[in-house]
């Protein structure tokens, strides 16, 4: 019987999960995932890309039963001897992957405060499944943890030294998917890998990295998942004294101000119609105004990225949006050609791996990133080492 891993990350409006091969991680056995429409009350499940079923959706029990179901089809067949978790945030303490025990789960839960769309629905599914399989050892590897190499001097805001201290700084996210990136990078360029990078990954929730020689020097992300650029339902970054205002002059508490950033802004709250650009493209002007307002977003973080750098080599897309929508990649790619950028159109609306033509100075990559893989290489290693 074969060995394998079972990895699950559950993010902000997807769920995915792998069987992968406990020896050779980059060998896919199940891939599946659901997409949670939490407006409709929702869950469209895919298994291996083929879309199975529409179903109603409660809590994240209707998904721990569709893992359930398809974990089956592996059990006859492969020994599942760990699985996986993406969590988010690891604040100070955690900066690689690292076993669940009690104290792992606890200090996870604390952190749920910094990331409310994300830390109590991994662990949920965590919970469930060290309740579930006892046996079975369960590990997280969280998105902060590839953002340590960012210097300090980068992570630091405009406040008083003990804040800092206390762990109020820059920690950046999306880190297995930068991770990814990275990954897909050094096969594609093995011989030219390009020094300064910026990676964009644009989905459900949107941020940045300034990659340097393959390592994260700064990032659009900041304390919270709310930092950077324009999001699904989430602001992005937002003037502080908006905050204090609203406090202030709407008399909005604590609760109403974290729903009105988690859910109820970005492409939701600028449409009032939908966090998804789709459902509004039947409204031209709407449509037109939403994609401006969130490109503009990008183009922003874009070059404040560059400037980190000093230059940049290569862009990259990934992300729902990132990889899926040529409209978009278009009008942020357009704003590089005076740095040289040459946008290949036939190459971008065919979704291509490389967007740019040979003569570009600038390369642009579009990057299917996988997740899953990245985590199930940490753990296989901490297996090895015991």
Request: aromatic share 8%; proline share 3%; net charge neutral.
């Amino acid at each position: 019987m074969g060995k394998a891993l079972l990895i699950i990350n559950a993010g902000s409006s997807t769920v995915k999960w792998s069987v992968l091969d406990a020896d050779c991680p980059t060998q896919s056995l199940l891939k599946a995932k659901v997409e949670i429409h939490f407006d409709k009350k929702k869950l469209t499940f895919y298994q291996d890309d083929v879309k199975l079923s529409n179903d109603s959706f409660k809590d994240y029990k209707d998904i721990t039963t569709l893992i359930l179901k398809t974990l089956q089809q592996c059990q006859e067949t492969q020994d599942i001897i760990g699985m996986g978790h993406r969590i988010v945030h690891g604040g100070l303490k955690y900066h690689s992957c690292s076993q669940a025990d009690d104290q792992v789960i606890q200090d996870i839960e604390n952190l749920s405060i910094l990331a409310p769309l994300h830390q109590r629905h991994a662990l949920d599914y965590l919970k469930f499944f060290r309740s579930s399989f006892p046996n079975i050892p369960q590990f997280c590897h969280f998105d902060t943890a590839f953002h340590q190499s960012i210097p300090y001097h980068h992570r630091v805001f405009g406040l008083p030294q003990r804040l800092a201290e206390e762990g109020v700084i820059k920690y950046g996210f999306h880190g297995i998917a930068y991770e990814s990136v990275v990954q897909h990078l050094k096969q594609r360029c093995p011989t030219e890998f390009p020094n300064k990078v910026v990676a964009i990954h644009l989905g459900s929730g949107c941020s940045m990295a300034a990659l340097k020689n393959g390592k994260s020097f700064d990032t659009s992300m900041g304390f919270s998942t709310l930092d950077g650029l324009i999001m699904s339902t989430r602001s992005g970054s937002l003037d502080p004294g908006a905050l204090l205002f609203m406090v202030n002059h709407y008399k909005m508490s604590y609760q109403e101000i974290e729903n009105l950033l988690y859910h109820d802004s970005g492409i939701r709250g600028l449409s009032g119609i939908s966090s998804d650009l789709r459902d509004i493209e039947y409204d031209s002007d709407l449509f037109n105004r939403v994609l401006n307002i969130f490109c503009h977003s990008a183009v922003k973080n874009l070059f404040s990225l560059i400037g980190v750098l000093g230059g940049v080599d290569a862009i990259t897309f990934s992300g729902g949006i990132g990889e899926n929508s040529s409209l978009v990649r278009k009008k942020i790619a357009d704003r590089l050609t005076w740095l040289g950028l040459e946008m290949d159109e036939k190459a971008n609306t065919s979704h291509a791996s490389i967007l740019t033509k040979p003569t570009s100075q600038i390369k642009a990559f579009l990057m299917s990133i996988n997740e899953e893989q990245v985590i199930a290489f940490h753990i296989q290693q901490l297996l090895k080492r015991g």
